[in-house]
């Protein structure tokens, strides 16, 4: 059985699914702080007697440790504060959520002899890139502590391999965007602050308006340039990054994005025509933070976990979109 933390928010969710898929028995760990109620009633439906829900928190040691029945052999660990604004407003909450969190489920994996770990990394560990694509020798110097406590993670989770044997894989992604093909889950974020979703809302909910942030920045038309991965693609790579630890894999990290960058405007042009709709959309000043442009290098991760990005563009944003409706249906 394998435990997954944080997996009734939007990536964990959809891993769950395809670890489902597979046969594979799952037990959630969640606090349900950012993750949904809902998103976990869809996932006992689907995997019935393969499928647990534990409600608990990582800063909780007690509760955590508890969560380690005798079957967990390996663990995909996503729970996490994920907002990079915030983390610049709010620091002690992702050192607390995020460091000490991990460290509570690396020690409870110590105490119940469990040594493999997937972990959701972030291309923000790389801050201001020096050079595009990005592969994964390129410096880590995170610009804000979202990032930092990410980073401080790899290398904790390096320490722990070292003097207790615990393997890890961190994969860091870059932009996620799509829903589950079948719609049972996708992003679903009390505060929006992603692109995609940001654009699909100004359809459905009165007076949003979708801004895109700086249109001065030196790409081919002055908005930020991101590498966008279907996040079905990315469930995969989890199971191959798990797989790849069972089979006697070394702890290693992984980018993994597309080796394609898009700008805001095309993904906005992209919604426009996927949706056949007149989106509302306002021109504003850039938002603090962002980078122009973050694209992957995603040679090593096909390479060694033998992982390939599959869905479209396209497809992404029209799963993004029909899950969107979705939301939106059951709000109204
Ligand atoms: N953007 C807009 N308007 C919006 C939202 C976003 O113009 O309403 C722009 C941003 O300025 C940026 C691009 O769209 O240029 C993508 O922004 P997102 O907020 O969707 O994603 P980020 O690139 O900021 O962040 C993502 C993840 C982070 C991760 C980071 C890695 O959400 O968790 O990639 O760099 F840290």
């Known amino acids: 059985m394998i435990l997954v933390t944080g997996g009734a928010g939007y990536i964990g969710s959809h891993l769950v ?26 996932l ?45 407003v709010n620091p002690a909450k992702y050192y607390e959520n995020n460091f000490c969190g991990t460290l509570n489920l690396l020690n409870s994996m110590r105490e119940n002899n469990v040594s493999k770990i997937v972990f959701s990394s972030t291309a923000a560990t790389y801050g201001e890139p020096i050079k595009i694509p990005i592969d994964e020798n390129h410096p880590q110097n995170p ?35 799509g829903a589950d093909s079948k719609f049972r889950t996708g992003e679903w974020h009390d505060m929006e602050t992603h692109i995609v979703p940001n654009i699909l809302k100004s359809l459905f909910v009165k007076n949003q308006t979708f801004k895109i942030f700086g249109t001065d920045y030196d790409t081919k038309d002055g908005t930020c340039v991101r590498d966008y991965v279907n996040v079905e ?66 040679k090593k991760a096909k390479e060694i976990l033998k992982w390939t990005p599959k869905k479209t563009l396209k497809e992404s944003i029209q799963t993004a979109y029909e899950w969107e409706k979705q939301l939106n249906l059951q709000k109204n």
């Open 143 to 177: 610009i804000n502590p979202y990032g930092k406590s990410k980073l401080m993670i790899e290398k904790m989770m390096d320490d722990y391999d070292m003097a207790y044997g615990i393997k890890s894989v961190r994969l860091r992604y870059f932009n996620v965007v």
């Open 17 to 42: 699914l395809e670890l489902l898929k597979r046969g594979y028995k799952v037990s959630v760990f969640d606090n349900l702080s950012t993750g949904h109620i809902e998103t976990v009633n869809k």
């Open 233 to 298: 693609d990315l469930a995969q790579a989890h199971i191959l990054a798990f797989e790849y630890l069972q089979k006697g894999g070394k702890t290693d990290f992984f980018n993994i994005g597309t080796n394609e960058g898009n700008t805001v405007r095309e993904i906005f042009e992209y919604c426009s025509m996927i949706t056949g709709k007149k989106i509302p959309f306002e021109i504003a000043p850039r938002r603090k933070g962002d980078p122009a442009r973050l694209v992957a290098d995603n």
């Open 44 to 88: 006992k439906e689907t995997g019935k007697k393969n499928f647990e829900f534990i409600k608990g928190d990582l800063n909780n040691k007690n509760e955590i440790n508890a969560a380690f029945s005798k079957e967990i052999n390996g663990v995909i660990h996503f729970a996490a504060s994920a907002l990079v604004y915030e983390s610049t």
